[in-house]
């Protein structure tokens, strides 16, 4: 067995909002239809940070963390203050 985070967990992981260097303030979202749930972030007049769709809100907050993490835009230093 291997322990796993909980879907409250992966949402304090995620950061409610993104700020870059490109000056954009980045709002997060999710997003539920037939196709399933996913979540990204958006910002005005710039394509947004997205995903494919996953059949669980768990399995799309867990995605976008590592697409956080390997773009840079969060570090694991971030994600583990937020645990705390």
Known sequence: ?????????????LPKGLGGNDGHNWSYYHRHCWKGESVGYSSYGVPSIEQDWYQNEA?????MIIQLLESGRITVEECNERLK
């Open 1 to 13: 067995m291997a322990p796993a985070y909980t879907l409250a967990e992966l949402g304090l992981l």
């Open 59 to 63: 399995e799309s907050r867990a995605d």
